[in-house]
Every structure is written in C-alpha cells, then in structure tokens.
C-alpha cells in the first residue's frame, strides 16, 4: 500500500512535523486509528481501540470538536515507530478488506455524531485520510504525493453525499449562526454525479432535480478536498481554478460554508 511505503519511509525522520500539531509518525498512527475503528464496524468481534469511553466520545462530536476527539484517541495509542506502524496499517486494512466484502454497500453504519453513513462511504472516508494526511507526511518528508482526482472524487460522492442521504446526525450543530432561507449548492466536477446540497437551518438535504441553485461550485476533487480540510487557502484553489464559483447568489457560499464546514485537522 502507497501509504504504508511512505510510512515505511519515515524511518528517518518521524519526528518531522506533518501539520501545526502532529508529526509524521503521529499522522499515520491516527491513520491507522480510523483503519483499526473501522474494522469494528464491519466485524464485531475485532478488538476494539484502547480508548476509555470511546463510544460515547464519538457519538458527542461535532465537525468542530473532531480534533478533540483524535486527541483523545492520540493520546491512548503510544506506538511512533514507523515499521510497527506500517505492519499494523497493513494487517488492519487487510482486516477491514476482508470483513466489508460482503457488505451491502448502502448498509448504514453509525458514525461520529450518530450520523449513518453508508459501508461504502465510509471505505471512502478512509480512502481521503490515505490522500490527506499522506499529502501531508509526503510534504514534510520532501517527497512527491499525487492525488488522483478519480479517488478524491469518492469522499464527495460516497461518503458527503452518502452520509447526507442517510442521516448527518448532530455533525453541525456547533453553534454557528444559520442563515434564515434555505441555501442551495450545485456542486459539479468531471468525477462525481451533479449534485444539488440543500442547507435549511442546520440540516442539509440532497435537492431535488430541477430545484433552483443560488450557488454553484465547480471542482477539480482533488483541490476541493485540499482546500476544504485547510490544506490550501481558498485563494489558492480559486487561482488554480481547482474550484470556480458561479450563479445567481455567490455571496450565499459564506452563510453556507459557515454552518457546513469540515475540521481542518
């Protein structure tokens, strides 16, 4: 696995900082965090994470609060050694490939916040933190990390879209001020299926076809997803032209990003 290789190859340099707050060994241990989580979901006889209270630490979160809960989880798990952490990445992938095979892929599965997400997004989740955070070790180490758009893609499209369609359970309640009409987002890109989101105070819906949009945004998957988890500055993905925004309403992305917004962790 590509991001095993790249653990493997910290060896060296571990300690070197991926992010603000993590280094690169910290980075795949929290990798192989959600890996070992998610091997629970699809087999309930795995081992579960040694983590006091974990159920009840995740079903409390919010999109705002998630870099608390990884720190907790952070903090129970004490193994830094890239070697150990890439065998126990690829033992537990091999696990969780294993155990969700058979799975109905719109099997709704409970997820931070009691959102439902389905099997399939949350295989994607996962597929986005390999992306993510190994562009981040990747950056750290000097080394070159592509993106594929195609793989990017499966983060909006399986799992947003997915977890939106089942049920997004108290992810946006932070607090947040909420806009007082509905918002409509039409998101477009080569790699995902036309998709209208609709915010209506705090929760979101999936728009119904031929229902107006204020906003539409255009994307590269890749660079959306970099700039929505802080990897990139709006700015950036806009120059870039990762990302263009267009019709009657632009202005409504600012309310509409404020309530649905990602963690930048």
Known sequence: MRFSALTRASVQRPDAMATRTWTVADSAAH???LVSLYVTFFDPDAETLPVPDLHRILSATTVDTVNRANAIVLANLCERSPERLARDLDSALAR???ASRACDPEMPIPWLGD????????????VNEFLLHGW???KALGRAWPIP????GLFFEQFL???????HGILLETGSRTSA??????FRSAYTAPTLLVLEGRRVRIGDRGEPADARITFRPAGLNLMLFGRTSIARALLRRDVTVSGPRPWLLV???RVMHLPHN
Request: proline share 7%; no cysteine.
């Open 96 to 98: 969780l490939l294993s």
């Open 115 to 126: 959102a439902r997400v389905p099997a399939v997004g949350v295989l994607a989740h996962l």
């Open 149 to 152: 758009d195609a793989d990017a």
């Open 161 to 167: 879209v997915g977890m939106i369609r089942h049920d």
């Open 255 to 257: 309310p509409f990003i």
């Open 181 to 186: 009409r509905p918002i409509s987002v039409d």
């Open 31 to 33: 990798v192989l965090s």
């Open 136 to 138: 981040d070790m990747a």
